[in-house]
Structures are given as C-alpha cells and as structure tokens.
C-alpha cells in the first residue's frame, strides 16, 4: 500500500477559480475528463501548479522529439531517480503514444546500463576523449 500524500488532494469541485482554470487547460490539453493526483496535491500552490504545467505542456509537446521518445526519457529519469508515480504515469502516457513492452524493456536495460557505466567512469575518472569533445 501506497504512503498517503503529505498534503490532501484539491478535488475540481473544491479548487479556486485559479486552480480550476490550470486543471481546465491539463483536461483540454490532454483531452481529458480528469487530473490526476501529481497537479492535486501541487494546487496547494496555484502559482507553483501553473508554473510546472506550463513547463511540462512546453517540453512535452511538439518539438525536435518526437512524443513517445520524450515519454520513454521521462520513464528512464523516473526509473533512475525512484519516482513511483512519473514511472507509473509516464509509462501509460508512453503506452497510449505506442510503446510496447519490449520498448519498455529496452529503455530501462539501457538507463540501467547507463547507471552503471556513469557509476564506473566517476568512479574510475578517465580523462575524456579529445575525439568526444566539441570542436571549436
């Protein structure tokens, strides 16, 4: 069972006007019926809840990566840092974008892979490569 939250969930029907009008764009935005319990708890600070979704709707939507390859990223960081929740609703996002569980599978052989080498290379401290680095 999952530890209850440190402060209480802000339901829709007991929001401000101000959180209401951030959790109207989350449902638009994501054509949805719902929010979730991470913008929830984060309406206790409507300022700090419109700041964070209008990061997260200009880094996740469109740009030089594709949607799915940006929900993959989110589910390796998630994974590495221990985040529960942005594992669990990052990887249905992904699921609903098309990951497969093979995909799945791949990305966190390859975070975890990643883990273990950077834990190696700042452990080892080999100087880096001229050839890695930018030129000019």
């Known amino acids: ?25 989350i449902m638009a935005t994501r054509k949805s019926d719902w929010i979730n319990n991470f913008w929830k708890v984060l309406a206790h600070d409507p300022a700090q809840l419109k700041r964070m979704w209008e990061s997260l709707k200009e880094i996740m939507g469109p740009g030089a990566l594709d949607p799915l390859t940006k929900e993959l990223i989110y589910i390796a960081v998630s994974a590495t840092n221990g ?36 834990r190696l290379a700042n452990a080892l401290r080999p100087p880096v490569d001229e050839a890695f680095k930018p030129k000019g």
């Open 83 to 118: 985040c529960e929740y942005c594992t669990y609703s990052h990887t249905a996002a992904a699921r609903a974008k098309g990951m497969t569980d093979p995909m799945l599978m791949e990305v966190l052989a390859v975070a975890g892979k990643a883990n273990e080498t950077n």
């Open 1 to 25: 069972m999952s530890n209850p939250p440190i402060v209480p969930l802000i339901e829709y029907e007991n929001a401000s006007p101000e959180v209401r009008a951030v959790y109207d764009d």
